[in-house]
């Protein structure tokens, strides 16, 4: 059955610091990749997104992804971290059903 | 502009009690969904809808249904609530017929069943 995997539930990070979200799926099919993020007491807003083309996607804020075909892999990245970017994060995969499924979410606290 | 709306946005309830939640679209979306997001298991699929009069069963769908009679709404129904259904609900909706489809999500749904 098709699964994303997010690897880190629960990230702290001081301002500044850089981020990786590590973030796997298990589809041998052709794939639309997502990011989302809630921020705490809101819903679910899109981050970034991939399609086709070049695999180094990005995003609002600041964000970035990248997609290794070969891994099937899609990690999110910021270089520097804000403590307006506490929230938590979501992987999802879309395949060709228009179905999304989702990473369990990893939930990322920026300590000012 | 257009939005995706739930009702209510909170909602306390007994067990046993049916329970429906509201989900609007004004995106003209064919593409309607209901999830449930918990701690430690992220958001999961509860049922789905291609469109009108369509309805398919996602990943947690036991204990609920839904029904499409027309293009922008998908309420969802707790036929007999549980306790382990307290939660929140997520609508979402994505257009049809693209390569790709970002899903739209509603503000969400707090459900508790005491």
């Known amino acids: 059955a098709q699964s994303v995997s997010q690897h880190n539930h629960h990230v702290i990070l001081s301002e500044a610091a850089s981020l990786e979200l590590g973030c796997n799926y298990s589809y041998g099919g052709t794939v639309n990749l997502f990011w989302y993020v809630q921020y705490p007491g809101q819903h679910l807003q899109l981050l970034l997104k991939?399609?086709?083309?070049?695999?180094l996607v990005k995003g609002i804020k600041g964000f970035e992804a990248e997609f290794i075909k070969s891994k099937f892999s899609f990690n999110l990245r910021k270089p520097s971290v804000q403590w307006s970017d506490t929230a938590e994060y979501f992987c999802a995969v879309e395949n060709r059903d228009d179905k999304i499924i989702f990473g369990k979410g990893t939930r990322l606290h920026i300590l000012p | 502009d257009a939005e995706i709306t739930q009702s209510p946005r909170h909602k306390i309830t007994e067990t046993g009690r049916q329970v429906t939640l509201a989900c609007h679209q004004t995106?003209?979306?064919?593409?309607m969904f209901w999830y449930r997001q918990d701690l430690g298991h992220g958001l999961r699929l509860i049922h789905y809808s291609y469109g009108v009069q369509d309805t398919n069963k996602g990943e947690v769908s036991d204990g609920y249904s839904v029904s499409r009679s027309n293009t922008e709404d998908l309420p969802l129904t707790l036929e007999s609530a549980a306790s382990s259904q307290t939660s929140v609900y997520f609508c979402a909706s994505s257009d049809s017929g693209r390569e790709f489809n970002e899903q739209f999500f509603g503000p969400g749904t707090r459900l508790t069943v005491l």
């Open positions: 991939y399609f086709s083309g070049d695999p």
């Open positions: 995106w003209n979306h064919n593409n």
